[in-house]
């Protein structure tokens, strides 16, 4: 998923007062100053954490759980047959100190946030362990180390190698869930207190609600069988569908900037109701149904597969154009 960092001044100007005129209040003000002053500098070391925080996720565009399945499925059966290896792929090392650097950097700065600070500790040591490991690994693949020695290296540090990025993957996991806890906060925030009927109030609706939507995808695509998860999407998907129709109105309302009109977002917000509703047909139509035998239960498999990644596509467009807006 992708997530928005925030900017500093969103939360310090939350807390900005005036002071008011006379003896009194001047006196009171300047002895108020010291402690906002205080809170404007946690709420800003908030900000800088959180942006952190975000960075980590967002700068795995290959998750480590994602990397497990691909070598579990991928590497595993080669590793465990007789003949020799010849070609190997394991997650890049770089971003596993780079991570494990900015958690630390992240987790030093002194302002809490409980629901995600333990997690990210518990992620960067994981990391810690993969590190050694998967640095050895990278160069023995890129070098192709295997070709010299049929594999054996890569068999000898399959089991360590495995156990260690699977507690990443599980930690990974654990941190993705705080992120996702703070982040809906903060959308939900944002759209509660956004001026209503405006360009402003969709587009974090358009936010807000797409992000219950994935939830409810998430779910749909464990179970694309369950009515309850169907009518969960479904529903998110009419609050997106909702915001994305007055967000059309308001921007189409307003003048093109630098030359530029303010509708072509509506391609992505257009893109991910279409193949959301798509989906839904798909389940109304029994496409997803599976069976215990025969090839059409991978291929009933490979559809739902498939279907979740073309989702998330779609979803990370999206959800990614607010994060440099154009109106």
């Not at 089991?159 to 993705?176: G, I, P, R, S």
Request: net charge neutral; with cysteine; hydrophobic share 40%.
């Amino acid at each position: 998923m992708k997530y928005r960092t925030l900017l500093a001044s969103t939360l310090i100007a939350a807390s900005a007062l005036f002071a008011g005129c006379g003896d009194k209040t001047d006196t009171a003000s300047q002895a108020q100053a010291p402690a906002k002053s205080e809170q404007a500098g946690n709420e800003q070391q908030l900000v800088e954490k959180y942006n952190i925080y975000v960075d980590v996720s967002n700068d795995l565009s290959t998750s480590f759980q994602q990397a497990r399945e691909e070598y579990v499925a991928q590497q595993v059966p080669l590793l465990q047959a007789k003949a020799p290896l010849t070609s190997m792929r394991i997650q890049n090392d770089i971003l596993v100190d780079r991570s494990a650097s900015k958690l630390d950097s992240a987790v030093a700065i002194n302002a809490p946030l409980p629901e995600i600070d333990e997690s990210a500790k518990a992620f960067s040591a994981a990391l810690k362990v993969l590190s050694p490991l998967s640095r050895e690994l990278n160069n023995y693949a890129n070098s192709k180390g295997y070709l010299a020695d049929n594999g054996d290296k890569a068999r000898q540090l399959n089991k360590d190698y495995l156990a260690a990025l699977t507690a990443v993957a599980q930690a990974e996991a654990a941190f993705d869930n705080g992120l996702s806890a703070r982040d809906r906060a903060l959308t939900k925030d944002a759209f509660e207190k956004a001026p209503k009927d405006t360009a402003a109030y969709y587009r974090a609706g358009l936010i807000y609600h797409g992000k219950l939507n994935r939830n409810d995808a998430n779910a749909l695509f464990e179970s694309p069988n369950d009515p309850k998860a169907l009518a969960a999407f479904e529903a998110s998907l009419a609050l997106v569908a909702d915001s994305a129709a007055g967000w059309s109105k308001k921007v189409s309302e307003q003048p093109p900037r630098n030359g530029r009109s303010c509708d072509g977002g509506m391609l992505h917000i257009n893109a991910f109701i279409g193949q959301s509703r798509s989906i839904v047909k798909d389940v109304k139509d029994g496409v997803f149904k599976r069976k215990d035998t025969s090839l059409m239960a991978r291929m009933g498999n490979a559809g739902i597969v498939e279907s979740a990644r073309r989702y998330n596509q779609n979803f990370a467009n999206m959800i990614g154009q607010f994060n440099h807006p154009m109106c």
